[in-house]
Structures are given as C-alpha cells and as structure tokens.
C-alpha cells in the first residue's frame, strides 16, 4: 500500500486530558474507535462529530450523557445504547444506517437525528414518549407511520424522502412539519395538528390550496415548487406572515398582493 493510501486510513486513538469534564468534543479528529472513554465521571456531552467510526461500543459507563454525537461517521447499526438512560439527544445523521433500533431504553430522548441514511420505515420508537424533535429527511421512507406515541413532538423533519400521503399526523403539540421533496400530491388531514406554526412542503406534486381550515394559526407556509394554478383558500390563513410559493405553474404573484395579511411572500 503506498504512503498516501495509509495516511488515508490511519485512524487516531481517544485521548481524555480530563477526567471531569462535562463536554468531550472530539470532531474530526479521525478517530476509528469509541473508546479509553471509562475514565469519564461527569461527562454530559460527547461529540464525535466527522470521524471514521464503525461500530456504537464502550459507552456502557456513561450514565451522566444527556448528549451524544456520531454525525458523519461509518455506523451501520444503532447498538450498545441501552444504559444511556440520561440521553435526550442522539445525533446519528449521516451514517450508514438502515434501520431504526437499539434506542427503546432512550426513554428520555428528546431529540433524535437520523438524516441521510437508508432508512426506509419508521418503527421502534413507541418507547420514546419524550421525544419533541424528530429529524428523518433525506432516507428512503415512504409513509408517515408507527408515531402514535409521540403525542409531545413538536418538529417533525420528513424531506427527500419517497412520502406519497400526509397521513397519521396526530400530533397535537406539532409546530412545524417540514416534508419537502417527496411525492405528496394533496394537502390533507391537517387538521390533526391544529398548532402548527411552520409548514414546508415545496417541491410535491401538489395542484390544489385545499384543507387549510384546521391550521389557521400559520405563520410560514412553503408551497414553492408545486403544480399549483391559482392561489385559492388562504383566507382562513390570518396570521400567515410568509408564503414561499416561487416556481409553480402560473405567475400567481397579482393574487399573493391581494392578500392583506402577508408580510413576505417570495
């Protein structure tokens, strides 16, 4: 192997200066194994942002992390979670997962980041009835499913995924959805989530401004790259502040002026 190619792969070891430190941040510090990581008694945050890690091991000590951090790394498999208890954030973005698992004893996770894997159904998450921040976009799913439980979320992040419907969405505390970059062709069953407060979903294949009734309180709505012809139906809409509606079929910008209440539009 030539010297460029073993600089390449060559990984670097954990090194703790501090015993008692509350935040570890190990980012691209080409580290190839979680470990050396037991001599920690106070730690709540560890990043290991940007590294080459291939395998969730040697955490088991961990008890006081509320926050963990593998974004980008090489982990094909949520394991070894279980005596996290404290966590309520997990950053596992950009990974090589394919599967949501390993997290059931999480109960106290309140942010869980699963963006850019391979993800193709959501499940495994009835046990994480704290959850508030659910981030999904850019996997492979195709239904919004298997979220009865999360009755607190408060954000839920589904774009350029292969979502066809807007369905299952009984989230009463929901403020924002953001579902860009899917399949979805109507706008439905919104009123299953009656505060939301941000709504992005741009680029669908969306041709009708319909069932707006029940989400009277946005203040964002992001129509942007749709099938739209006509602008209808968004006089129920009286606190909306942007409407984000460029890039569809007709030049619709004379009725946007003829809506009093907006403050931005685009």
């Given amino acids: 192997m030539s010297a460029p190619e073993n600089e390449e792969n060559s990984t670097e070891d954990i090194l703790i200066e501090d015993c008692e430190a509350l935040d570890v941040d190990f980012n691209q510090a080409r580290i190839g194994k979680i470990q050396h990581l037991e001599v920690l008694t106070r730690v709540e945050t560890l990043c290991l942002r940007w590294n080459l890690i291939k395998k969730i091991e040697n955490l088991n000590t961990l008890t006081t992390l509320t926050e963990l951090d593998l974004y980008d790394n090489q982990i094909p498999v949520i394991e070894n979670l279980d005596p996290l208890v404290n966590l309520e954030s997990l950053d596992l973005s950009f990974n090589r997962l394919r599967k949501i698992e390993g997290i059931s004893n999480l109960t106290k996770l309140r942010k869980l980041y699963l963006i850019s894997n391979k993800i193709s159904v959501i499940e495994n998450l009835e046990a994480l009835e704290n959850l508030e921040l659910l981030e999904l976009g850019d996997n492979k799913i195709r239904k919004i499913e298997n979220l009865e439980s999360q009755k607190k979320l408060r954000q839920l992040y589904l774009g350029k995924n292969k979502i066809s419907k807007l369905e299952n969405l009984d989230f009463p505390l929901l403020d924002l959805l953001s579902i860009q970059n899917n399949r979805i062709v109507k706008l439905e069953n919104l009123d299953m ?42 006089d129920v809409l009286e606190t909306l502040e942007e409407l984000w ?13 003829n809506f009093l209440n907006l403050n931005n539009y685009i």
């Fill in 245 to 257: 509606c460029n890039t569809n079929q007709v030049d619709i910008i004379i009725r946007i002026l």
């Fill in 193 to 234: 989530i009656p505060r939301i407060d941000q709504l992005y979903i741009s680029q669908n294949g969306i041709e009708v401004i319909e069932g707006l009734e029940g989400v009277s309180n946005l203040t964002i709505l992001d129509i942007a790259t749709n099938k739209i012809e006509t602008l209808d139906n968004l």
